[in-house]
């Protein structure tokens, strides 16, 4: 299960190492190509900077933070918090889908904390069936969707559903082995280290907190660390969890 491609489409900058950054790793090392690709170019990610200056310090820790995981990356520019449910920014998912052709797609939930992320995950799950739609218009040449990649949703921020509980997932990757690294790779968004801690009233380091969220879906498997996800089953979508056949023992479904 080699040579295959990865896409993680995340809202911002830094969502997809803080999400998904261990089993992303994990895939880059079993062979995968793996590609992050947030929608937005981070604008909201300070008080003290303009909207100009940090999105400038942002892209840069976006092809360090992707560099940390062996990853390529890939910033659709949109401007942060304005991430719309609409037919241009699917358009330029479906654009990006054709031109990468990926075997395995990571996205946002259908439901989060912020609207940028929620409206990537439905977004993704539009565009990914168009994506395979030859006569679906395209600002680009390539054909389309070869095969209907797997999808899996990522975890919430902080875990919890809109009723506070522990959203559920059906399948946990165990992430023991590169916890480190997934936390340096989302260290390397290093302007916001220091402003999620001051935007949280500083209660808490936010890479410790990130840590904290591994430590909880690794307990649900009885591992040390761990990262959650939804594999979507909709209609055409495959039926098999191809990261089975890839992690082997390192992953549990649900």
């Known amino acids: 299960m080699s040579h295959l491609k990865v896409l993680a489409i995340g809202g911002h900058p830094d969502d997809m190492e803080q999400f998904c950054g261990g089993t992303l790793l994990l895939l880059q090392r079993a062979g995968c190509e793996t590609i992050i690709a947030p929608l937005t170019a981070g604008e909201c990610g300070s008080n003290e900077l303009s909207a100009e200056e940090i999105k400038k310090v942002r892209a840069k820790e976006i092809i360090a933070g992707a560099a940390k995981i062996n990853a390529k990356s890939v910033c659709f520019g949109i401007r942060d918090g304005c991430v719309e449910y609409d037919l241009e920014t699917t358009k330029k998912i479906v654009k990006l889908l054709r031109e990468i052709q990926p075997d395995i797609v990571f996205t946002h939930p259908l439901l989060d904390y912020m609207t940028d ?129 890839i992690l082997k023992e390192r992953i549990f479904t649900l």
């Not at 875990?159 to 997932?169: C, E, H, M, S, Y």
């Not at 390397?188 to 904290?212: C, P, W, Y």
Request: proline share 5%; net charge negative; with cysteine.
């Open 117 to 245: 992320h929620f409206h990537t995950g439905k977004l993704v799950l539009w565009a990914i069936p168009e994506a395979g739609h030859p006569n679906f218009i395209a600002d680009t040449d390539a054909p389309a969707l070869k095969a209907q990649p797997y999808l899996y949703q990522c975890d919430p921020q902080g875990l919890t559903g809109i009723d506070g509980q522990i959203a559920r997932v059906n399948t946990i990757v165990d992430i023991s082995d590169v916890i480190e690294e997934k936390l340096d790779a989302f260290q390397a968004h290093t302007s916001q280290m220091s402003f999620l801690k001051k935007d949280g009233g500083g209660k808490i380091n936010n890479v410790e907190k990130t840590r904290r969220w591994a430590v909880t879906r690794g307990e649900q498997v009885r591992v040390e660390y761990a990262e959650g996800f939804n594999e979507v089953l909709l209609a055409e979508y495959p039926r098999k969890n191809v990261l089975v056949e």
